[in-house]
């Protein structure tokens, strides 16, 4: 899939920018803090909802601006096309397709863009949230159960938490509906993320043989949140005194994580920072690849300043990949990626938010 447009208003330095998007390599090139991860942020909302720095969703608004907004035309490589656009309004998000409101689920649902960034790093040497946040992006979007089935579970662990915190302890016949809710949900959740990580496995592997050979073959672990000899419903029973001393709830599938190991560098700490950038890299495009093989069709891809992020035989290795599969790639970096020069590419040059088309 590709954008054809991209319309954002009210987005950190972007007033009110339109930028026509053409099929393969754009660069958008400027000077620090002119507004080029900003571009790359706005088409990253309309796949996930959240921008993908960390901070407040209130930073995304330009200071002093009431309302956000970026709308898209997307094509699909079948040739639909779809009017996609997501919205803030005060504290109110509003999310459309075709012009009809829908929910954000359904928006994330129709588009798909993956993104490496100079944070990409904590997919390996962060918490487990961020490891958690990728894997239910790639799940949610190959599996349709389990969107219903994580709302269930996000519900219910709520509910338990509300009466882990109670003044005076609940009596028990309270948390058994809640534990029973969240031991079903688990179940359909621990399932799907588990059958996600092993097809995502051989996909991995090729991108890491490609990235890092020197690191000998790797392995996944996927660990679900709560000891696997046990169903998780006996476990909460079980460790309610513990969650009541702490006030939520320990285990569950909201603990899950998944690691990887290489050959010879068995622990994350023997990673170099570059190995970290370059293997959560490998994570990114085999997430993409994933998806391309499933839905017939590649995610857009943003490689936030690549160039110093990437020696310039990796940006080579991963720009050439792209434009073989035919995918659509939004570059950013105070320059022109050596690395780029010579390939058909569509530069920007962004400045103080504003943007002027320049090959
Ligand atoms: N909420 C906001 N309202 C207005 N301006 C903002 C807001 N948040 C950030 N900015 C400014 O918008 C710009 C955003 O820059 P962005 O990160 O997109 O730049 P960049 O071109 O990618 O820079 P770099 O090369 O330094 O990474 C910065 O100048 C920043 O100070």
């Not at 790359?40 to 969703?57: D, I, M, P």
Request: proline share 4%; net charge negative.
């Amino acid at each position: 899939m590709r954008l054809e447009s991209l319309r954002i208003r009210g987005l950190r330095c972007l007033e009110d920018v339109a930028v026509p998007l053409g099929p393969g390599v754009t660069v958008f090139a400027g000077a620090n803090g002119a507004g080029k991860t900003s571009i790359l942020e706005a088409a990253f909302l309309l796949s996930h909802a959240r921008s993908f720095r960390s901070g407040a969703k209130d930073a995304l608004l330009q200071r002093g601006a009431a309302g956000l907004s970026v709308f898209a035309e997307l094509r699909h490589d079948d040739g639909r096309g779809q009017r996609i656009g997501l919205g803030r309004q005060g504290v109110r998000w509003e999310a459309r397709v075709d012009g009809d409101v829908v929910s954000l689920s359904e928006l994330v649902g129709e588009c798909a863009v993956v993104c490496f960034e100079p944070g990409s790093h904590d997919l390996i040497a962060g918490g487990a949230e961020e490891r958690r946040r990728y894997l239910d992006w790639g799940v949610f979007h190959v599996e349709h159960e389990f969107i219903s089935a994580w709302r269930r579970y996000q519900r219910a662990l709520k509910q338990r938490n509300v009466l882990l915190r109670a003044s005076t302890v609940p009596p028990e016949a309270l948390f058994l509906p809640w534990e029973a809710e969240l031991d079903a949900a688990a179940g359909v959740i621990d399932r799907l993320r588990d059958l996600y990580l092993t097809a995502l496995r051989p996909h991995i592997e090729k991108a890491m043989a490609g990235l890092l050979p020197e690191l000998g073959p790797m392995e996944l672990r996927y660990r679900r949140g709560w000891a696997e000899d046990a169903p998780l419903g006996e476990l909460l029973a079980t460790q309610r005194g513990r969650d009541l001393a702490r006030g939520h709830t320990t285990i569950g599938s909201h603990r899950a994580d998944w690691s990887i190991a290489f050959e010879h560098a068995p622990l994350r700490e023997h990673l170099s920072r570059g190995q970290e950038k370059l293997t959560a890299l490998g994570c990114v495009l085999a997430q993409a690849s994933l998806y391309a093989e499933r839905k017939g069709e590649w995610p857009i891809v943003c490689l936030d300043d690549l160039a110093s992020e990437l020696d310039k035989a990796h940006q080579a290795a991963v720009v050439g990949q792209l434009g073989a599969v035919g995918a659509q790639v939004l570059v950013t970096g105070t320059e022109v990626p050596e690395a780029l020069q010579a390939g058909p590419t569509r530069v920007f040059h962004v400045e103080q938010g504003h943007l002027a088309p320049l090959l």
